[in-house]
């Protein structure tokens, strides 16, 4: 799967809540709800937009996205058995350029929403874990969107699934494909790269590609 998909699922979790039936709704989805709350502020705000506004308004998105989104538990699930290989500054230098990635690919993406409805339909929690189904209307379909979370000091997201494909699992078979062959270093400077690719204004293909 393509990394402009999960581009669409990204984006979209940032505004899922702010049309979503609030009934019965767990700590988890209130969560969420506050994350979506800020980020439609940050859009709205008259003084945020334009060009000009552009590198401030998306830092301002990033720092929300770091308020819900658990990175190293998200990275160190995508890496798997991979996660071994990495010495402790490995780790650390993997996860914040991988949440870089992530987060510049779908801000860009955010910028470009068109007010599409979600609809919650469940919450299941299971001790620190969490999974909420959402449904998305676009213009000419409808697309499950479903988010895993899980709690320590406070909930957080730690996958994202659109369609019954995992965000987490995805990126595992990229990562497992290049660490087969190459060293943690090496997955690293590609995901930079990467990252390049997007600040140059470059569509960014799949990271083994």
């Not at 700590?27 to 969420?32: A, F, G, M, N, Y």
């Not at 230098?93 to 339909?121: G, I, P």
Request: proline share 2%; net charge positive.
């Amino acid at each position: 799967m393509k990394m402009k998909r999960f581009a669409l699922i990204l984006s979209t979790l940032l505004l899922t809540a702010c049309f979503c039936s609030t009934a019965l709704a767990g700590e988890p989805q209130d969560r969420l709800k506050v994350g979506i709350d800020n980020v439609i502020a940050i859009l709205s705000d008259a003084s945020l937009k334009g060009p000009a506004k552009r590198a401030e308004r998306q830092a301002k998105l990033r720092t929300v996205a770091d308020g819900f989104f658990d990175w190293r538990e998200l990275s160190r699930r995508a890496a798997a058995e991979g996660w071994k290989k990495f010495t402790p500054q490995q780790q650390d230098d993997f996860v914040t350029s991988f949440s870089e990635l992530l987060q510049k690919t779908y801000v860009r993406k955010l910028e470009k929403y068109n007010n599409e409805k979600v609809a919650f339909l469940s919450e299941q929690i299971a001790d620190n874990q969490a999974f909420l189904k959402t449904q998305v209307a676009m213009k000419d379909k409808t697309i499950p969107i479903n988010y895993v979370m899980i709690k320590h000091d406070k909930w957080m997201v730690y996958d994202v699934v659109v369609e019954g494909v995992s965000l987490v699992k995805n990126y595992r078979t990229q990562f497992a494909k290049i660490l087969s062959k190459d060293t943690p270093d090496a997955l690293i400077q590609r995901i930079k790269e990467k990252i390049k690719s997007l600040d140059a204004g470059k569509n960014v293909d799949d990271v083994a590609s």
